[in-house]
């Protein structure tokens, strides 16, 4: 039910409302992700997996949110990272979570999860 909020009133509305998000790929992503967590919602159809790999996965996408902050296409944020040694530290502390928790969740926990949990 979370995760349905979080799409439905915070990822969908934004991509469409955000120049800079409007990507199709993300917003097909975002639908057909609230599809599912309605369908799991309502059916108990992914069990108590669904809060893994709706939820758990999704942990590096906090620090990489940031790290697309200070993309160039966002060039307020981006000149505020050139100028603030702060803002570049926070930059690189998120570049590099993402990168730790996208390797320890998505490349190890998702597959042992996936192939010696669930099946």
């Avoid at 469409?16 to 599912?36: D, E, T, Y």
């Avoid at 996965?57 to 702060?86: G, M, Q, R, Y």
């Avoid at 502390?93 to 669930?118: E, G, S």
């Amino acid at each position: 039910q979370v995760l349905i909020g979080v799409l439905l009133i915070w990822e969908v509305p934004t991509a469409c409302c955000v120049k800079s998000l409007r990507n199709p790929l993300m917003f097909v992503h975002h639908i057909g992700l609230s599809f599912v967590a309605y369908a799991s919602v309502r059916t108990c159809i992914f069990s108590h997996y669904g809060l893994f790999f709706g939820g758990v996965v999704e942990v590096s996408s906090v620090p990489l949110a940031i790290t697309n902050l200070f993309h160039p296409d966002h060039k307020a944020w981006a000149a505020l990272e050139a100028a603030s040694p702060l803002a570049q530290r926070v930059n690189l502390f998120a570049r590099v979570t993402f990168a730790l928790a996208f390797v320890v969740v998505r490349c190890v926990l998702f597959p042992y999860v996936l192939f010696f949990q669930a099946l």
